[in-house]
């Protein structure tokens, strides 16, 4: 019996191992099931806000994409809405401060503050939950400052554990205290690999060549995660780039899926090497 559960855990490992350590470069059978097939999701930040544009040509875009909305802004619910009727998936874009002073309305009225206790910042996710029930999970909009400050990153994690969600780290800094607050509070991570409108290089083909890079990430580490912007930061030419990129992509040999899928296969990766170990 002791050996039939040791020959299964080992026959699971090799069948889900391309995925969990992302080289799924070796030739074995394990490749061509589904579970080893690279992975990419497309986020697309900024919903909700007043500045629509290429809201209407992402909605449309036949692959899921993951959407994050700011809450209690001009279009927050009726994005949500709009979402959800196109089947992608719906994330709360959580605003969090900045590590420099920025307008208050860059924020929206709801935003976790730097100098925000643990419990202040737990009681604001909550309350922007309710007005997006059923999100799978959330990231953050701006948030340089909040996301350097460990008792805070931990406090967010805790409560993505508590409320069965994922967080998403932006990166929009680089010294960030995410991935210790990640490790420390037993939480699994899933970070950006690219920004799509990097560096405020907002043009077509500069959007364009990131997606790719994206791809390829995902060919070599088995997944990777691409966050994009309507509205000012990115809009109409990030929109069309990933309408006009999506083919490629597929043709690489990446499935295009929604960031909850990737989730969920890294905690299944994560659970099989603490039965490993
Ligand atoms: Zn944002």
């Known amino acids: ?32 099931l589904s579970v080893s097939t690279p992975k990419m999701s497309i986020v697309i930040d900024d919903f909700g806000s007043y500045e629509q544009s290429g809201v ?18 001009d279009n927050s619910e009726s994005n949500f809405k709009e979402i959800s009727e ?9 605003p969090m401060e900045s590590h420099v002073k920025l307008p ?10 730097n100098s925000d206790s643990p419990e202040m910042a737990k009681q604001k996710l909550e309350e922007c939950l309710k007005e997006m029930p059923s999100v799978k999970g959330f990231n953050f909009h701006i948030g340089s400052g ?18 069965e969600l994922y967080f998403l780290d932006s990166k929009t800094i680089e010294t960030t205290a995410t991935v210790d607050a990640c490790k420390e509070t037993g939480s699994i991570y899933l970070g950006r690999d690219i920004f799509l409108e990097a560096n405020k290089n907002r043009s077509y083909g500069g959007v364009c060549k990131r997606l790719l890079e994206g791809a390829k990430i995902a060919k070599e580490k088995g997944y990777s995660i691409v966050i994009g912007h309507v509205g000012a930061e990115g809009g ?10 999506i083919e490629e992509i597929q043709k ?26």
Do not use: R
């Open 1 to 32: 019996m002791k050996t039939l559960k040791l020959l299964f855990i080992t026959i699971l490992f090799c069948l889900i191992a391309p995925f969990c350590i992302g080289g799924a470069k070796s030739t074995t059978s394990a490749e061509n």
């Open 236 to 245: 109409e030419n990030t929109a069309k780039a990933i309408c006009d990129t």
């Open 104 to 113: 208050e309305n860059w924020y929206g009225p709801v935003y976790i503050k």
């Open 86 to 94: 196109h089947g992608h998936e719906v994330i709360l874009h959580m």
């Open 56 to 73: 209407e040509k992402l909605l449309s875009v036949n692959v899921p994409l993951t959407c994050a909305i700011i809450p209690h802004v």
């Open 146 to 163: 909040v996301s350097q400050n460990k008792t805070l990153m931990k406090a967010i994690y805790e409560f993505a554990t508590e409320h």
């Open 252 to 277: 690489m040999g990446i499935e295009i899926v929604p960031l909850s899928e990737i989730y969920e296969q890294l905690k299944v990766c994560s659970s099989n090497n603490n039965n490993i170990k």
